[in-house]
């Protein structure tokens, strides 16, 4: 069955509303049908089982038949912060696969390195379209949770945040001595939340790994070659999430 998330507010009495864009989906590129089953996620870890009662370009409407809990979601929630590539292809990979491999949330900032720099409203535009990537991954790869994406911080804040995570590690090509798996190693108890800073095609520079040191970010070697910024990003979670579940 084809799964739609959608916010809990689309869902009143055990009547769901779904709208343009997911009705235009079931109209024109599906074909269904009142009477056709649904699935319906509304990003808070439940699914729902759902007849169609009417089906428009614009508006559908179905009917709950089924509550289902999922338990499809990663115990360790990992942050993903990943400075802006220069392509936007790039940071659309990062959010596809990401999602799909399982991370929590993720951070698009700009960095010194970073070769692309946009006025905040073209920020606010791409973040329309990421949720969208996002969202479509998540229904792909059947996950519980819609990831969150933000586009509102520069390395300074995202620096300032990582206190809010039990680990918070730096990818950094300098690093010559700590691995991930050392930095994971060395904690006292497994991490449940986890921050990964991602810099640029150009990497850090050195006062950004400073100054991420400086706030107790851990920086790490991911191997002895170098990796494209939207691969390390996903090594990153897929390593973690092996590595801690």
């Known amino acids: 069955m084809t799964r739609f998330f959608i916010s ?6 055990g009547l769901v509303t779904l709208g343009p864009d997911d009705a235009h989906h079931l109209k024109v590129v599906l074909h269904a049908n009142p009477g056709d089953l649904i699935n319906v996620l509304n990003g808070c870890g439940t ?16 009917r709950i ?10 115990q360790t929630r990992i942050t993903v912060a990943q400075a802006l590539p220069k392509v936007a292809d790039k940071m659309e990979q ?20 970073s070769l692309t720099h946009l006025p905040r409203e073209r920020h606010l535009k791409r973040l329309t379209r990421w949720n969208e990537i996002v969202k479509t991954a998540a229904e792909q790869s059947h996950r519980a949770r819609l990831p969150e ?18 680990l918070s590690l730096l990818a950094y090509e300098g690093e010559a001595k700590t691995t991930l798996r050392s930095a994971l190693e060395s904690q006292p108890t497994p991490p449940k939340s986890v921050l990964i800073v991602i810099g640029p ?19 790490v070697s991911l191997g002895k070659r170098i990796l494209r910024t939207e691969t390390a990003a996903l090594i990153m979670v897929a390593q973690l999430l092996y590595a801690l579940e």
Do not use: M
Not at 8 to 13: E, L, Y
Not at 50 to 62: I, N, Q, W
């Open 47 to 62: 699914e729902f089982i759902a007849k169609l009662d009417e089906v428009g370009k614009s508006r559908a409407t179905a």
């Open 8 to 13: 809990p507010n689309q869902i009143t009495n």
């Open 65 to 74: 038949t089924t509550i289902i809990h999922l338990d499809t979601e990663a």
């Open 149 to 166: 994406v933000r586009a509102d911080q520069d390395f300074s804040q995202v620096l300032a945040a990582a206190g809010q995570f039990d």
């Open 94 to 113: 990062v959010l596809q696969r990401g999602t799909e491999v399982g991370a929590h949330a993720f951070w698009a900032y700009e960095s010194a390195r």
């Open 201 to 219: 095609e150009g990497g850090f520079t050195d006062p950004e790994a400073r100054a991420a040191a400086k706030a107790k970010l851990q920086s």
